[in-house]
C-alpha cells in the first residue's frame, strides 16, 4: 500500500489535471452510496462526528474517505477536522493507497466550482471576488485560472486580517489581489463571486449582482447554513453538483420552502453538464448561479488520479 502525504497528493492533483479528471468522472459516473455519519461520544462528554464516503468504480477502484471533526480541538490547538482516503482494487479488495484527505477534499471542491464554471461563467470574465479566507477559499484562484482568464482577485472576509493575508499570499503567487471591507461593492464588479464559508446567515445579496454574472456557493452544506439569500436565485439560471443539494443546502431549502425557487427550475448537474444533456449558460447577460455540497465521487477521482502512474 502506498502512502501518499499532504505534499505528495498536493503535488499529485494539480488543477490543470484535477478539473478534466472529474469532468470525466462526472460523464462516466460511478456508484456513490449514501455516507455514513456516526457519533462517537467520550467518557468525559467529548463528541466526534465521523463521516464515511464511500464510492467505486466495478472491476476498476474502491475508495473510502472518513472525516472526523471534533468541535473541542481548537481548546487542544489541533485543527477542528481530519481527514483519510483509503483506496482499494475492487476486484480483489486489496489496498492501494492511503492518501491525505483534507488535501483530496479542499483540491476537488475548488476543482468542482471552476468545473461548473468551464459552463456557466462567461468566457470573458476575468474579476474573481473571493468571499472567505480558509483552506478551500485559498485554492479558488488557481482553480478558476484553469479554466477562465482571471487576472484580478477581490478578497472578502468576516476578519479584515485574514482577507489581507490572502491577499497578500496571491500577489505572492503574481496574481493582483487586494482584499476588500464593502463586500456590496465588491461583488457587485465582479464577474464571479465564489463563496466558501460556514456562514449560517446570507451574505450575498441578490441586488448586489450584476446582469451576466456567476454566483458559486459552496459553504451552505447543511439545512442550517446559508450564504446567498433570496433574491440571489430570483431570475437567475440554477445548477448544483448533485441533485442532493437540493435537500441538504439551507442555501436552497429555504427558497423553495418560500417558493421563490421550484425543483422543476433547476438547469442542470454537473454529470447533465458533462454528458451534454444540459446547456450551460446561454447568453452573455444570464446570471448564474451553482451549488454545491460535495460527492464521494470528486474524492474519487481526485485519487484515482493520485494514483495514475503509481504501481498497482
Known amino acids: 500500500m502506498l502512502i501518499f502525504d499532504a505534499a505528495a497528493t498536493r503535488q499529485a492533483l494539480p488543477f490543470d489535471r484535477l478539473i478534466p479528471a472529474l469532468r470525466a468522472m462526472f460523464a462516466a459516473g460511478c456508484e456513490v452510496p449514501p455516507r455514513q455519519v456516526h457519533e462517537i461520544v467520550a467518557p468525559d462528554g467529548a463528541r466526534l462526528t465521523s463521516l464515511i464516503m464511500p464510492a467505486w468504480l466495478p472491476g476498476r477502484c474502491y475508495g473510502v474517505k472518513t472525516v472526523n471533526i471534533a468541535a473541542g480541538n481548537a481548546a487542544l490547538g489541533l485543527p477542528g477536522l481530519h481527514a483519510s482516503y483509503l483506496l482499494f482494487d475492487a476486484r480483489t479488495g486489496a489496498p492501494l493507497a492511503l492518501i491525505d484527505g483534507d488535501q483530496i477534499t479542499a483540491r476537488r471542491t475548488a476543482a468542482a466550482s471552476a468545473l461548473a464554471a468551464s459552463w456557466l461563467a462567461r468566457p470573458d470574465a476575468r474579476h474573481l471576488l473571493v468571499v472567505g479566507a480558509g483552506q478551500v477559499a485559498r485554492l479558488l484562484p488557481e482553480a478558476y485560472s484553469a479554466v477562465r482568464p482571471i487576472d484580478r482577485v477581490t478578497v472578502w472576509a468576516r476578519s479584515g486580517q485574514q482577507a489581507q493575508a490572502l491577499a497578500r499570499q496571491l500577489r505572492?503567487?503574481?496574481?493582483?489581489?487586494?482584499?476588500?471591507?464593502?463586500?456590496?461593492?465588491?461583488?457587485?464588479?465582479?464577474?464571479?463571486?465564489?463563496?466558501?464559508?460556514?456562514?449560517?446567515?446570507?451574505?450575498?445579496?441578490?441586488?448586489?449582482?450584476?446582469?451576466?454574472?456567476?454566483?458559486?456557493?459552496?459553504?451552505?452544506?447543511?439545512?442550517?447554513?446559508?450564504?446567498?439569500?433570496?433574491?440571489?436565485?430570483?431570475?437567475?439560471?440554477?445548477?448544483?453538483?448533485?441533485?442532493?443539494?437540493?435537500?441538504?443546502?439551507?442555501?436552497l431549502l429555504g427558497p423553495l420552502s418560500r417558493g421563490v425557487i421550484r425543483a422543476a427550475d433547476l438547469r442542470g448537474t454537473l454529470a447533465t453538464l458533462a454528458r451534454g444533456e444540459a446547456p450551460g449558460r446561454r447568453s452573455s447577460d444570464e446570471r448564474t448561479v451553482f451549488k454545491s455540497v460535495g460527492t464521494a465521487l470528486e474524492d474519487l477521482a481526485a485519487a484515482m488520479l493520485v494514483m495514475e502512474g503509481q504501481v498497482t
Open 172 to 251: 505572492d503567487d503574481g496574481l493582483a489581489a487586494e482584499a476588500s471591507i464593502d463586500l456590496e461593492a465588491a461583488a457587485g464588479a465582479a464577474d464571479i463571486v465564489s463563496c466558501a464559508t460556514l456562514a449560517s446567515a446570507p451574505l450575498i445579496q441578490g441586488r448586489w449582482l450584476r446582469p451576466g454574472s456567476h454566483l458559486d456557493l459552496i459553504g451552505s452544506f447543511t439545512p442550517a447554513m446559508r450564504e446567498a439569500d433570496d433574491d440571489c436565485f430570483d431570475a437567475a439560471a440554477l445548477y448544483v453538483d448533485t441533485e442532493e443539494a437540493l435537500v441538504k443546502s439551507g442555501d
